[in-house]
């Protein structure tokens, strides 16, 4: 039962790795944006705020380690942890800017406005910044969690392989399961056991 625990590490490598991706763009985004004239007020490249705080650098560093989680790990338990971690982080991301000022009236939290040239670059920056980078975030998160979920019958055979066999039963020459052999030349197979009472 232990063995279906284990996953292969490249049953989360590729959503991993794009979750690692995704939460760096998401944290860093705010910061480096300006440098491109892709950024949200005050248009200035390394400007902290609460609000970038609280809205992009924790969902960016959450869904950054959950995506290492994803890509590090061989346990089944942990790489949910870490896919679960990034969907709620990419959940943050697509409505906390609208939750935010239901508990902040002072406006500490606030993030700014879109300062693109033209309705579309102001609509590719909402959608980049927030709505449309959570919205993937969660898609990647949750087809992680689905596969996790399940124990394909690749799992149940790698845990089958790796079936450990105590060493004082190696020394004292027992065996906890029957070895297949061949006998002849026909197709009929037994174990070692029909084999030694013929």
Known sequence: MAGMLRVPRSRGALSGFLLVLLGLWGGLIAFVGPYFHFAYTPDTAWYYSAGRLWLEILPGAATFLGGLILLGTRTRPVAMFGAWLA?????????????????????AMAVGTPVGSSTLIRTLEEISFFAGLGVVIVFLAAMSIGRLSVIGVRDARLAEREVVVPDSEVAAGERTEPVLTRRGSGSAVTTDDEAADQ
């Open 87 to 107: 969907a709620l982080s990419g959940a943050w991301f697509a409505v906390g800017q609208t939750l935010a000022p239901l508990w902040n009236s002072s406006g």
